[in-house]
């Protein structure tokens, strides 16, 4: 028995036995032709050829809004229709009888390796891009699906190194309970995800791989962050209780569900849900919540090979309207970029990518996705309450021009006879420092705040959210961030417009009382979290609130966690 300790990024326990999930590589099986099949293996390669030029000009059109991501598309294209490719290909299949699929790897493979070996890094970026280009050949030609092909039972329990949260939600879909992974951490898109199919993941354990086979019996203790591999008897016994008592209290908290929310210091509590999938809005609706907080709508691009058309999100929208009839929906745009990256937009490679084209200015570099979004968003708005939310706001000027092109795209959709809901509410998220720091000003134009504290957190105290390592300095309770929540809850209720927390910490029990203390009244959770969240609601009194509030919260993050956990012990 080994006990390895990591760090829990969601929680609960998970035992069965370990998949090592290494990087799939392509496989390209051996094929020989006959020497009368060439020229068939040459028609193929023309359309396949053709095929992928055409998707490159989509590309170019689509996405080549500055002239970085314009050469990396060319460069594509130039290694596309270069006849000596061709000729390349061709003679290795009548000199070889090999079928396409091998020649175009070998050669392609044979260039790149020869651009590495030239050690330079110009040089080094052209290996990529053939590497690239003759995937997306090879994809086509093999008919590649990639991971949503490999089966999982619910007793696999994967290891993986990297993963994406297309991948989660497709172990979610094959039953597993929870899984391992390197790198990672408890605001990473990855755990969120994790968290909110109830999977529980660990993190960051040196040199795990070394010290774990393929079908090791492995318990994975989401509560303490560790992982125990080939447990002995008694200790997988005590477990697998645990187990069973973690089952009944989540059974319990179901009882929850009818309860209606009490008044804290006169104020009704809602409690409201974050959701990433479409799919997670029929588990979602059982819960009953007051709404959707967060629809966090990038989830539609991560899941799929091809871009979400119009049609597809309206009809996304309009069905999470109509179940949760006249309770809110808060669609936000899309929040590409940071760590949310999807395989069918091209990027243009970033230093800091937290820092860089994320959330709303990538919606305004891209208009084309952006309105294609919005369109959908304003058809489905009269079939229910929906709200738009921007992410990623700095201040009143972005706010502005995103604003702008809703009402100029409203304005296109009414022309062209559509009905859309005229009034529909427009708020933005409050998870860059300066947007709170001018929370008074955007109070004044925006019809409502979400602060998302996962951001805000890590802007604020300058802390790579994604950093395993650095989970000690991730502190939500850091009086900075407190200020910050303060500043922007004192700014909307000044203005009287509503404010709520999306972020990570309005799932975590303990720190509601804090928040209400802090003026929040509203929280989207995780649905994982929801139950226990209503249940920390519930069980509150006005005394905890006001012995927060009595309490000088700007200090020093000890003495507020020393006070937190007075309060919920
Ligand atoms: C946040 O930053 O708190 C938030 C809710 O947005 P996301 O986690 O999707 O960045
Ligand atoms: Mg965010």
């Not at 093999?142 to 039972?153: A, C, D, E, L, S």
Request: charged share 25%; proline share 4%.
């Amino acid at each position: 028995m080994k006990v390895l300790k990591g760090i829990s990024v969601a929680p609960g326990i998970a035992i069965g036995k370990a998949k090592i999930i290494k990087q799939k590589r392509l496989e390209i099986k051996k094929r020989d032709i006959e020497k009368q099949q060439v020229q068939e293996e040459i028609n193929k390669l023309e359309r396949v050829l053709e095929e992928v030029i055409k998707d490159t000009d989509n590309l170019i059109d689509e996405y080549s809004v500055n002239k970085a991501n314009q050469e990396i598309f060319d460069s594509h294209k130039m290694i596309l229709q270069d006849p000596e490719m061709k000729e390349e290909v061709v003679k290795l299949m009548h000199e070889n009888l090999i079928g396409l699929e091998q020649a175009i790897h070998q050669h392609f493979s044979k260039v790149a390796a020869y651009f590495e070996s030239l050690d330079n890094d110009f040089f080094a970026q052209k290996a990529i891009d053939y590497t690239d280009v003759s995937h997306r050949i090879l994809n086509i030609l093999i008919g590649r699906k990639g991971f949503k092909q490999n089966r999982f039972n619910r007793e696999d329990i994967p290891i993986f190194y990297t993963t994406t949260p297309s991948q989660i939600i497709h172990l979610a879909r094959e039953g597993v309970k929870g899984f391992y992974l390197e790198k990672g951490s408890e605001t990473s898109h990855n755990a969120i995800i994790a968290r909110s199919f109830d999977l529980t993941c660990i993190v960051g354990i040196p040199d795990l791989f070394t010290q774990i086979e393929n079908n090791d019996l492995i318990i994975l203790d989401g509560d303490q962050g560790k992982i125990i591999i080939n447990p002995e008897p008694e200790i997988l016994k005590q477990y697998r209780e645990k187990l069973t008592k973690l089952n009944k209290h989540k059974e319990d908290l179901l009882s929850l569900i009818e309860v209606t929310p009490n008044k804290i210091l006169d104020k009704r509590i809602n409690l409201q849900i974050n959701i990433e999938v479409p799919e997670e809005i029929v588990h979602t609706a059982t819960l009953a919540p007051d709404g959707i907080g967060l629809f966090r709508t990038e989830f539609l691009f991560m899941d799929k090979d091809t871009l979400p058309t119009e049609e597809e999100q309206f009809k996304i929208y309009k069905d999470m309207a109509e179940k949760m009839g006249n309770k809110p929906v808060i669609i936000r745009t899309f929040d590409l970029g940071g760590d949310k990256f999807s395989n069918i937009v091209t990027y243009a490679k970033e230093e800091n990518p937290f820092l860089g084209n994320r959330g709303l200015r990538f919606s305004l570099s891209h208009p084309n996705i952006f309105r294609t979004q919005i369109n959908a968003i304003l058809r489905a708005s009269i079939y229910g309450k929906i709200k738009i939310m921007f992410p990623m706001v700095m201040g009143v000027s972005d706010y502005r021009k995103a604003k702008t092109f809703v009402k100029k795209v409203m304005s296109n959709l009414i022309n062209k006879g559509y009905e859309v809901d005229e009034n529909i509410e427009i708020g933005v998220m409050i998870e860059i420092p300066s947007a709170a720091i001018c929370s008074e000003q955007l109070a004044q134009e925006v019809d409502f705040f979400s602060i998302g504290t996962n951001d805000l957190i890590q802007y604020t105290l300058s802390v790579d959210r994604t950093n395993e390592m650095l989970s000690d300095y991730y502190i939500p309770h850091h009086p900075a961030v407190l200020n910050l929540i303060k500043i922007t809850a004192d700014s909307a209720n000044k203005y009287n417009i509503p404010i709520s927390v999306c972020g990570a910490m309005a799932s975590v029990p303990k720190y509601i009382p804090l928040l209400i203390a802090l003026g929040i009244s509203t929280f989207s959770i995780a649905p994982s979290a929801y139950l226990d969240v209503k249940k920390r609601v519930l069980d509150l009194q006005d005394k905890d609130v006001i012995e927060l509030q009595n309490f000088n919260l700007f200090t020093d993050s000890d003495s507020i966690e020393k006070i937190i956990r007075k309060v919920t012990p």
